[in-house]
């Protein structure tokens, strides 16, 4: 039996100190192992992933002595949150924690997209010198698609550059949204010079930027996806980027991860990230003690803080 065990590349100075406490046993490869993976989690009081490891139904089932499914980062698409409930599992995930980060890569990647800058990188490197003018953001709109911690930490930044800042968010409150004005989503397709994606993968959210929304976007415009890779229909954007409307794409998720190379690779007019823009160095730092915190105190039978399921507590033995 294992207290702790970690299935993907999550480590850190909180989760050494963990060690301390518990038997904790890193296993940063298990998830691409289905098999090795069930057996080692069904021993295990504590599970910690990322974005990899598939905690399904039938994995939670196979688990009896699981306490707490510890997510390193805010998506739960890999997570079958209502079998957790189900079975008095605790799910923590500090919901938040990379709004920061994610929020200024955003940014960056679209004044990298502005000011054609990968691509000027490259031609400097072998003797280009190409000055064509890029553009500025500033007293232009920036998009949301979606309203939570990260969207509205994006929309902090672009005001702060002088932006005006739209979003789409069917079920957020208005209210909560300080200056960003809430839109439709065919307004906020049509009225963005840059729109970035915080989206969640659901099936309302699935091929949600599609043809015809691609259709709409402003000639020139940069879209950014931070969200998840399912909103976007790949193909539909890399036909919208050779026509010029969107101008430019910064994507730093996937449909698949890592992705088979293909036509959005070999455009010019796009910045590709490895699902990097949630991951610095401090909101790992704060994310790991988040988790450190709810593992021990759920282990120690008292209440996570970061749950985001019904559980507060491990279940009854």
Avoid at 65 to 83: E, M, Q, T, W, Y
């Amino acid at each position: 039996m294992v207290d702790v065990l970690v299935t993907e590349d999550v480590w850190g100075e909180p989760f050494q100190e963990l060690a301390g406490q518990w038997d904790v046993r890193r296993e940063p490869e298990l998830w691409s192992e289905p098999a090795a993976l069930a057996k080692a989690a069904s021993e295990a009081s504590a599970l910690v992933v990322r974005n990899r490891t598939p905690v399904t139904a039938e994995l939670l089932a196979a688990c009896p002595k699981l306490k707490i499914v510890a997510r390193a980062g805010v998506g739960l698409d890999n997570i079958a949150l209502p079998a957790a409930n189900d079975a008095g599992v605790v799910v923590a995930a500090p919901l938040g924690a990379n709004a920061r980060s994610v929020a200024e890569h955003t940014l960056g990647a679209a004044l990298a997209l502005a000011r054609n800058t990968v691509p000027r990188d490259r031609e400097a490197r072998t003797g280009g010198w190409n000055r064509a003018a890029g553009t500025e953001l500033h007293g232009k709109t920036w998009g949301l698609l979606g309203a939570g911690a990260t969207a509205r930490a994006c929309g902090q930044l672009a005001a702060a550059i002088g932006m005006t800042v739209l979003a789409y968010d069917p079920y957020v409150d208005p209210e909560s949204l300080g200056g960003i004005r809430l839109v439709s989503l065919d307004e906020v397709a049509d009225a963005s010079d840059v729109l970035s994606c915080h989206l969640p993968a659901t099936p309302e959210t699935t091929g949600l930027v599609g043809r015809e929304f691609l259709a709409r976007m402003r000639p020139g415009s940069l879209f950014v996806n931070v969200g998840r890779g399912e909103v976007v229909d790949e193909e539909a954007l890399a036909d919208a980027l050779e026509s010029g409307r969107p101008a430019g794409a910064a994507l730093d998720v996937r449909a698949q991860e890592p992705p088979a190379p293909g036509r959005l690779e070999q455009l010019p007019n796009t910045v590709l990230t490895p699902h990097i823009a949630g991951i610095t160095e401090q909101s790992q730092d704060r994310i790991l003690r988040v988790l450190a915190t709810d593992i021990d105190a759920v282990l120690r039978g008292a209440e996570a803080r970061a749950m985001v399921g019904i559980a507060r507590k491990a279940r009854a033995a």
